[in-house]
């Protein structure tokens, strides 16, 4: 990469680089970074956009999905004429009209034990916008053995959750250190069943997006051994503390 901006991206990320804690030397951290999105939904495609807006040179995009009518109302990349189209597929194209210069590659499949290693491996940051236990539990593993860092959201009616982990920092808790694998139930993860308010997709998704960037430019506070608990309901954010185990 050059050493320095050129006119374009001097231009396209002005407002950025006037910014004292980000400037030129963020802005190519930026541009140097490579970002795995899992989960084209609710949350992954307000982190999605914001990332790929702020520079991020490189995304994957894991989803098997396909739209859904119902999916509109909260997973801001796809519209009317998208439904029973590949997720990934359209969130590619519609990201790449967005920043051209960033390189998408996409992953039309469910992660699982046999297809992580392969792919996570490519990868500085993980952004965790998955819908079941099993895939955040799946991600976090992986993770940690690898000593990625990995920002990890949750949304359920108008309340959400953020986790942010760096596990190249061995006093870093992971997402077992809060949840209890053989405890927990999808179910409140479920929007089919438990409904969810489309801003609170946006908001939560919005957060991934931020603490990722705040990392890779390596500024401000993120929450390690924290959960933000977010209640859109009533306005309430708060973070908590939880120890490694």
Do not use: W
Not at 16 to 26: P, R
Not at 183 to 192: A, F, G, H, M, R
């Amino acid at each position: 990469m050059s050493n320095s901006l050129n006119k374009s991206q001097i231009e396209r990320f002005s407002r950025q680089l006037i910014l004292k804690n980000v400037a030129a030397k963020g802005q190519k951290k930026i541009i140097s970074s490579k970002i795995l999105i899992v989960g084209i939904g609710g949350l992954g495609c307000p982190a999605a956009e914001n990332l790929i807006r702020a520079g991020v040179g490189s995304i994957g995009l894991v989803d098997n999905d396909i739209v859904n009518l119902s999916n509109i109302h909260r997973q801001s990349l796809f519209n009317s004429k998208d439904v029973k189209k590949s997720k990934v597929s359209i969130a590619a194209k519609k990201l790449k009209d967005i920043n051209p210069h960033t390189s998408i590659k996409t992953y039309n499949i469910r992660l699982n034990e046999k297809n992580i290693k392969n792919i996570i491996k490519n990868y500085d940051l993980v952004i965790d916008g998955s819908d079941n236990f099993k895939t955040k539990f799946l991600i976090n593993d992986y993770c940690s053995k690898f000593k990625k860092k990995l920002v990890t959201g949750a949304i359920s009616k108008f309340d959400g959750h953020v986790f942010t982990f760096n596990f190249k920092d061995k006093k870093t808790a992971s997402l077992k250190s809060f949840y209890q694998e053989n405890e927990i139930s999808d179910d409140i993860l479920n929007c089919e069943f438990e409904g969810v308010l489309g801003t609170t997709a946006s908001i939560v998704g919005a957060i991934q997006a931020n603490e990722a960037l705040k990392m890779i430019i390596e500024i401000g506070q993120n929450l390690k051994n924290k959960i933000l608990i977010i209640d859109l309901l009533n306005l309430n954010f708060r973070k908590v503390n939880f120890k490694k185990k």
